[in-house]
């Protein structure tokens, strides 16, 4: 009989629902398992994820054993419903975060509504509702109000409000069973009372919020292929923007280990300069020039007011100074710690940062839709960032990896500052820039040179640094990113090269696989996998992308949710979940093989 290696996956039983001021996780069973309030960054509300006994809970339990749960999004939204089913009962949880346009602006706020739905027989539930403080270390007092329960902390000055039209007495006593046999709501706000009629006011909600989501979608431009994976990514991705500054983050949870007993947990719920080229190409594709046009002006202040150098990763508010620190007290997902809070990557030199930046900027500077063209500071700005790879451009650093304990000079670092001078000179010559068009020459020049230094002549490859005969995925950038001629044959062998080192099963892709600071690497890096169906699609080899980018698919949850690593074994889903980057890559893996099929690109 042949092995199901499928059957002992491990994938995240959870759903996300969020408004761009918050994220919340919504487990199968309805508990909110992970709530940062009042933003990304600060301490959860509810952190069960990271530890089921001080991390807090919002659970709607039933009386009965469990025989089913169902999980699903209304369509075309970030509305999710839970159900649950007994022997007896049923009842549906429909969770959302309210969102819509009010008075020419967003509502957004820090409030989170459940409704609770019979839909078989009479749902007798417990509902319990433990928000805690501090990462876990401050309890939060109940106080009991006519129609609400206040949980706050004199120490830490954490004021949260449960509103509900279920009796307040069920919260106070001990396994309480509360029949169910009409909706009833619960509303969490964050240091905010709720003072509106209950039933109508959510419902009201509700309604206006679907509205939102799915006139926002409608918005979209869409490939005519996979649209249902491309939609659910492209709704991921919004989630994952914090709309006040526009920065958007990794994921929005610290601490899921990149693979069991890894100690590779780290805290992604910052944003990642060097990305930044991904994901403003996924909103570009999907025509959400809103998000894109935010994302960028974040860019570019951080640019402005970090007049030295940059940073791989800033907080949400632009903070630069993430530092790293240890949470002893929690034992982490499923007992794999350490839990860590900041992140120590701001710290390292990451020279590809620069060329992220300066791609970042370039629909500013180049597309007419854009005010900001017509902006005299274009050319202080260009400069600025080509004076930065000027000044870097001979440096080792940690690379696109962020080792900790090893630097070098990486091919994609000098492939994103090639990149860059080539924006740069795509401005010069928009604008009449002849200094910087004869300065970005000689840099795209240089920054050529160290990368053809790393090719391995004997091998037809290029290496992952210089005086390095390790292989990166990161290299694929080089046929994606049109350094290499995609149908050359330098493309052809450096491409097939990769695949005998690093590719797993199904058109997984492992990042590299030589010894690290942790060790070497057990899991495969979804982001890779994508970037893997890119160049076989750049390549020509476009039935063979379409099969891959087909297995990958299945590396989703019930909800179509992607993680950061998956396991080659087993296909088991591991790392910060969701993901904003991996949607990214199927985003982008989508609209290129889009092209490559002629398949129309359409707003639905």
Not at 54 to 63: D, I, N, R, S
Not at 552 to 578: C, K, M, R
């Amino acid at each position: 009989m042949k092995e199901n290696k499928t059957a002992n996956r491990h994938m995240y039983q959870a759903g996300i629902i969020g408004n761009c001021s918050y994220i919340a996780h919504v487990d199968i069973n309805s508990n909110i398992s992970w709530l940062c309030w009042p933003s990304f960054e600060d301490s959860f509300v509810f952190g069960g994820l990271i530890d089921k006994n001080q991390g807090g809970c919002f659970v709607v339990k039933p009386e009965e054993e469990i025989v089913e749960t169902k999980q699903y999004y209304i369509k075309n939204s970030n509305i999710l419903c839970t159900e649950i089913h007994t022997e007896s009962f049923a009842y549906r949880i429909t969770d959302f975060a309210p969102r819509f346009e009010q008075f020419g602006r967003y509502f957004k706020p820090l409030m989170l509504i459940r409704k609770i739905e019979p839909l078989r027989g009479a749902p007798s539930v417990n509902i319990q509702c433990q928000p805690t403080g501090n990462y876990g270390r401050n309890t939060l007092k109940a106080t009991r109000g006519s129609n609400h329960i206040l949980y706050s902390s004199a120490d830490i000055g954490e004021r949260i409000r449960l509103t509900t039209d279920v009796p307040i007495s069920h919260f106070f006593q001990e396994d309480s069973w509360t029949i169910i046999s009409e909706n009833k709501y619960l509303i969490l706000t964050y240091d905010a009372a709720f003072e509106s009629a209950i039933a109508s006011t959510c419902e009201d909600f509700f309604i206006k919020t679907l509205s939102y989501w799915q006139r926002w979608i409608k918005r979209c431009s869409i490939p005519n292929i996979y649209q249902k994976e491309v939609i659910r990514s492209a709704l991921v991705l919004k989630l994952h923007q914090y709309e006040d500054t526009g920065a958007i983050i990794a994921a929005s949870t610290t601490s899921l280990p990149e693979f069991p007993g890894s100690g590779r947990n780290w805290d992604y719920r910052y944003c990642w300069v060097r990305d930044s080229y991904y994901v403003l190409t996924a909103l570009t594709h999907i025509g959400q020039f809103e998000e894109m046009e935010s994302f960028a002006n974040y860019i570019a202040g951080i640019t402005h007011h970090n007049p030295g150098r940059l940073q791989p990763l800033y907080g949400i508010l632009g903070t630069s100074e993430l530092t790293e620190h240890i949470l002893p007290d929690l034992k982490g997902y499923q007992d794999n710690g350490p839990v860590r809070i900041g992140n120590q990557a701001f710290e390292h030199i990451q020279n590809d940062v620069y060329g992220q930046a300066m791609i970042a900027l370039l629909p500013l500077f180049t597309d007419q839709r854009f005010k900001i063209h017509e902006n005299k500071n274009v050319l202080g700005w260009v400069n600025f960032i080509l004076e930065k790879i000027e000044a870097t451009i001979d440096e080792k650093d940690a690379g696109i990896w962020e080792f900790r304990n090893f630097a070098n000079h990486h091919c994609y670092s000098n492939l994103f500052q090639w990149v860059g001078c080539k924006a740069a000179l795509l401005i010069a010559r928009q604008n009449g820039y002849q200094d910087m068009e004869q300065r970005a020459t000689v840099l795209l020049e240089k920054a050529a040179t160290y990368i053809e230094a790393c090719y391995d002549e004997e091998r037809k490859v290029y290496q992952n640094a210089l005086n390095s005969r390790n292989l990166d995925a990161s290299t694929l950038q080089l046929i994606v990113m049109d350094y290499l001629d995609p149908k050359s044959d330098r493309a052809w062998q450096h491409l097939e090269m990769l695949e005998k080192e690093l590719k797993g099963e199904n058109g997984l892709f492992y990042r590299y696989k030589h010894q690290d600071d942790f060790g070497k690497p057990k899991s495969t890096f979804l982001v890779c996998a994508f970037w893997y169906v890119e160049a076989l699609a750049c390549v020509g080899r476009v039935e063979e992308a379409k099969e891959i980018l087909e297995k990958l698919l299945t590396y989703s949850n019930h909800l179509g949710l992607f993680s950061e690593d998956v396991t080659e074994d087993n296909g088991s889903q591991w790392g910060n979940f969701p993901q904003a980057y991996s949607h990214v890559g199927l985003m982008n893996a989508v609209y290129r093989l889009a092209i490559k099929l002629d398949k129309p690109i359409f707003s639905l």
